[in-house]
């Protein structure tokens, strides 16, 4: 079946603007993730969709990041007056059930995100 | 202080060769630890997971094995294969909290022919 996919999988950009990244999780799926992945960095977790509940946003670094999932199912992650530090490759994944802990979570290929 | 480290940060071994990646955490309460491939510029897949009563876990020449006490973990690669070449990362989930997962920076494996 079809797994997690991300949209663009590659963009560029000017410092300043302001960029969208789509993620269409596994379908049935209620849980969705979002990180970012440094060149030689771990993986560093941004926000977390659990179906209808408040999401968690503790991972957001700073208010110009923000995301939203629309019906329960795709996201998107948006970045405003984009920086040079914002450059990554920025994960989504998703996992069946409401339980962190113990799911496995199911990664899409990345938006590798390039701000000159 | 990252809760999981890993080591080496890289490793190149020959083809056929076998190899061992090391994950420590601090991680606490400890709830499961996954081992995790990622090949180059997609998005990392599952390998094995193991809960604190799990000492051992394979997954055909993947072999996990975790020590809940002195809180570490190895991942034993036989019989290396060109395809193995990856970064291997190690992801610790803690029980309580907000944000309960925990990644480690990864080994990046290299096997040459």
């Not at chain 1, 999401?55 to 996201?75: I, Y």
């Not at chain 2, 997609?42 to 604190?52: A, C, E, K, N, Q």
Request: with cysteine; glycine share 8%; hydrophobic share 30%.
């Amino acid at each position: 079946g079809a797994g997690v996919s991300q949209s663009p999988s590659n963009k560029v950009t000017e410092k300043g603007k302001d960029v969208e990244l789509r993620c269409d999780p596994i379908s049935g799926h209620t849980a969705l993730y979002w990180y970012r992945q440094s060149l030689g960095q771990g993986l560093e977790f941004l926000i977390y969709f659990q179906g209808n509940s408040a999401p968690d946003k503790s991972g957001l670094p700073s208010d110009r990041f923000s995301a939203e999932r629309t019906g329960g199912s795709v996201s998107t992650l948006t970045i405003q007056r984009t920086q040079q530090e914002d450059s990554a490759v920025y994960l989504c994944a998703s996992s069946p059930t409401r339980y962190q802990q113990s799911d496995t979570q199911y990664f899409g290929p990345g938006t590798r995100l390039t701000v000159l | 202080k990252n809760q999981v480290e890993q080591s080496p940060q890289s490793l190149i071994i020959l083809e056929g060769k076998n190899c061992t990646l090391q994950c420590n955490y601090t991680v606490s309460p400890f709830s499961n630890l996954r081992w995790y491939k990622q090949d180059t510029g997609r998005g990392p897949v599952s390998l094995t997971i193991m809960t604190f009563s799990e000492n051992t876990k394979s997954n055909g020449r993947y072999t996990a094995t975790l020590d809940a006490d002195t809180k570490q973990s190895s991942l034993h690669i036989t019989a290396s294969q060109l395809s193995d070449s990856a970064s291997y990362i190690c992801v610790v989930s803690r029980r309580t909290g907000a944000n309960n997962l925990f990644f480690g920076t990864g080994t990046r494996l290299t096997v040459i022919p």
